[in-house]
């Protein structure tokens, strides 16, 4: 494993190459890569004995993109902290591939799983270039070292997510939208064959969050990489989903495709929004249209 000082000029030396052919990385790896099964059983979750997520049933869909939705402290987050092996369970059970993932050694699960959390902390002064290659850590040990596959892989991260150009730069000295994409660079770096993401596109503006979306379709569609994500808008989860989880009070109340899931009584059941539900113009999945108090009537 590298200094930090070595790290970024491997990292440097990657920007160059990613630069002139962005695509010049590790190869994608087979879909088989991502039949992993991610599997909660009877969970329940919670901090200081206040339980959270109440007995919930889930299995990720391999090769498919997951969007977890519900209201503020449905426990949506403290879910995805469950199935990442961050949480114990207070009853239940996550189990990988079979196997209770509390069991597991954390580097093994570090390669198979990665999770961005909502408010991630990066160490005080950290570069850049190191923040993203630490997402390559998982994958080093006594007889594995950086590579230059590792170096291929950060540029490429950083590529994809249009930090390239910060890659010298500290934390410290970005905005809340780059210091964003740099931390889903790192997740991507990571090469997990389950990503989970709580809220990837906080913090970042429209066009930003677009690009993000389309890029974690992109990863789950050429690499068959199983996405497991949170997000707050509805319509962006329903347009990017193959599955849609709605959470109300630490439970599961609806799941499935997003045209079958997401109806005017699941949207009232779970937010206490009124609204109607029509079609995307662009792409035909469900659009929630909320009515509020001052532009229509129910």
Known sequence: MPQPTDQAAASSAA?????????AAAQPRPAASARRELTATGLSLGYDGHRIVDGLDLAIEPGAITVIVGANASGKSTLLRGLARLLPPQAGAVTLDGRNIAGLPSRQVATIVGLLPQQPIAPEGIG??????RGRYPHQGWFRHWSSTDDAIVAE?????????LASRRMEELSGGQRQRVWIAMA????????LLDEPTTFLDVTHQVEV????HELNH????TVVMVLHDLNLAARYADRLVVMRQGTIIAEGPPAQVLTEAVVLEAFGLTARIIADPVCGSPLVV????????A
């Open 15 to 23: 920007k160059t190459t990613a630069a002139a052919n962005p695509t």
């Open 128 to 133: 850049v270039a190191d923040l993203v290659g």
């Open 157 to 165: 991260a950083m590529a994809a997510t249009q930090t390239l150009e």
């Open 188 to 195: 991507l770096a990571q090469k997990p064959d389950i990503l």
């Open 213 to 216: 979306l389309d890029l974690l």
């Open 222 to 225: 050429e690499q068959g990489t």
């Open 290 to 297: 909320p009515i509020g108090r001052f532009h229509g009537t």
